[in-house]
């Protein structure tokens, strides 16, 4: 089956700072892969998304690329803020297999100190 | 800000009864589809609905159901509460396209406790 698999966190880190996330996942064929952000008391939003091997999804400053080869699509940013500080969710959606849901990562908070 | 409206914010209910959320979609969006996000399970899909029709099912029991009405506006329906069920209930929709595309826009959830 289809699974995302995310770096635990907390993430703390200062402003400026240099941001990874990981991700990798599982799943058969090529599926569609995203992130998605959750400011405190709301709901998600699509930050970016690739949808084949190679691409690349940017928004924000953020940037993640659909590498094939290692499963994985990590996030990175090169500077946060304190206004980055979020939970970020990955994703995929995997037409091949019929099913038009998304199965998400457990997610990964972010904490930007000033 | 995306303007997907849920409703209500917050509800408390206790076991056995039973519970109607709601959401509406940006206009002109025809796919919605229902997260329940807790602690423990993260974020799990229940149901999707394009064009009034449900499209995909989670795995989820019988007691959790919902519907889709000609103005897009969706409703989901748990019966018989659970303490398990207590959660942040998702809604989203997708585009404006013929598929309905990836979900986009999420509203800000409906948070439900059960006593």
């Known amino acids: 089956g289809n699974s995302v698999t995310q770096m635990e966190g907390p993430v703390t880190l200062s402003e400026e700072a240099f941001l990874t996330i990981n991700c990798t996942y599982t799943?058969?064929?090529?599926?569609?892969l995203f992130w998605y952000v959750q400011y405190p008391g709301e709901g998600l939003q699509l930050l970016l998304k690739?949808?084949?091997?190679?691409d690349k999804g940017s928004n924000k400053g953020f940037e993640a690329t659909y590498r094939k080869e290692t499963t994985s699509f990590h996030l990175e940013k090169g500077s946060v803020q304190v206004s980055d500080s979020a939970v970020y969710f990955c994703?995929?959606?995997?037409?091949?297999?019929?099913?038009?849901?998304?199965?998400f990562g457990s997610g990964t908070r972010l904490q930007v100190q000033p | 800000k995306a303007g997907v409206t849920q409703t209500p914010r917050y509800l408390i209910k206790t076991r056995g009864q039973q519970v109607t959320l709601s959401c509406s979609p940006i206009?002109?969006?025809?796919?919605v589809s229902w997260y329940q996000q807790t602690p423990g399970q993260g974020l799990q899909f229940l149901f999707e609905?394009?064009?009034?029709?449900?499209?995909n099912k989670g795995n989820f029991p019988g007691r959790f159901s919902g519907r889709q009405f000609s103005n897009s506006r969706s409703e989901m329906n748990v019966s018989t509460l659970e303490l398990g069920d207590s959660a942040l209930y998702l809604c989203?929709?997708?585009?404006?396209?013929?598929?309905?595309?990836?979900?986009?826009?999420f509203g800000d959830g409906t948070r439900l406790s059960i006593l």
């Open positions: 989203a929709n997708g585009g404006t396209g013929v598929m309905g595309g990836q979900p986009q826009h």
């Open positions: 206009s002109g969006h025809r796919s």
């Open positions: 799943a058969t064929g090529y599926p569609s």
């Open positions: 690739a949808t084949k091997a190679d």
């Open positions: 609905y394009f064009s009034e029709t449900q499209r």
């Open positions: 994703a995929l959606r995997n037409l091949n297999t019929g099913r038009r849901a998304l199965t």
